[in-house]
């Protein structure tokens, strides 16, 4: 891995006002390009709005309108942009995706692998978890409930990711977003030695929902290294020292304190794991 400057975005959206969130969206990408930013994260379907009942008339194809949006503003401000879209894609329900758009026009998407008890009724679930790369990292995306299980982010770092972006659409209602995120994402990040850096909707929708907002960035060790929770729209920049990881990971160290704890592991304990179902 390479040094990294990243953006994460707390953004309040309008449900079903794709084109005014796409316009604040570009206001971020802005921004973030002034500060020389990299790759820049936004919520959970931040495109179309988080509203389950509804989605469905508001999904759209990939490629489509908002993917040739996204890859106009990826290639203007030469930044990789990973966005939250409510996907059609042949399915009788939509896809929650994360579209990642690279300055060079290609297109790659991740589709929520895992949903929530609330929204298996109204999307699909994806059944893949990729691993993309630039010539900075190798990263992945979890979405939000994606997270709660711990094997998808041992699987996408040993497939080689070293950045987890974790856009989320997290309510007020749930909780404080910062003493839950601290309690698993921080686990997530030291037990497979990868950054994880996260972002939430932030502020009422206009359909009787409200979001808490949230940005965090946790590094290989468990630390936080950059923060903002003070419930508003706005952009954490933080640069990702890629010297831990890289000597967790790539150094063949001996010492216990630079651990890379996936090498220790023991599959063939493992096999309850793949089992469907609950065992008592």
Request: glycine fraction near 8%; hydrophobic fraction near 40%; charge should be negative.
């Amino acid at each position: 891995m390479n040094d990294l400057r990243i953006a994460l975005v707390q953004m309040q959206v309008s449900i079903g006002e794709v084109r005014k969130n796409r316009e604040k969206m570009a206001a971020f990408v802005e921004e973030a390009a002034g500060k020389k930013v990299e790759m820049i994260l936004f919520p959970e379907l931040c495109i179309q709005g988080y509203h389950r009942e509804k989605i469905q008339e508001f999904a759209e194809p990939i490629p489509g309108e908002s993917t040739n949006y996204l890859s106009r503003l990826a290639s203007s401000y030469n930044m990789v942009i990973l966005a939250g879209l409510a996907e059609m894609s042949g399915c009788e329900k939509p896809y929650i995706t994360q579209v990642i758009a690279y300055p060079d026009g290609r297109l790659d998407k991740y589709r929520k692998t895992h949903l929530g008890k609330s929204e298996k009724p109204y999307f699909t679930p994806g059944n893949q978890l990729p691993v993309f790369e630039t010539d900075k990292a190798r990263f992945a995306v979890e979405i939000c409930w994606d997270l709660h299980f711990p094997e998808v982010t041992t699987v996408l770092s040993l497939q080689g990711a070293e950045v987890i972006f974790a856009p989320h659409a997290s309510p007020t209602m749930v909780g404080d977003r910062r003493d839950i995120w601290l309690k698993y994402l921080s686990a997530r990040a030291y037990d497979n030695s990868v950054f994880i850096a996260a972002c939430n909707l932030v502020g009422p929708s206009g359909k009787n929902q409200e979001f808490c907002g949230g940005a965090l960035v946790i590094d290989p060790k468990g630390n936080v290294v950059a923060e903002d929770f003070e419930g508003k729209e706005g952009l954490l920049v933080v640069d990702l020292d890629s010297k831990l990881i890289n000597t967790i990971r790539y150094n063949n160290t001996t010492s216990m304190r630079h651990s890379f704890f996936l090498e220790s592991r023991r599959p063939e304990l493992y096999g309850l794991l793949v089992k469907p179902g609950l065992i008592n």
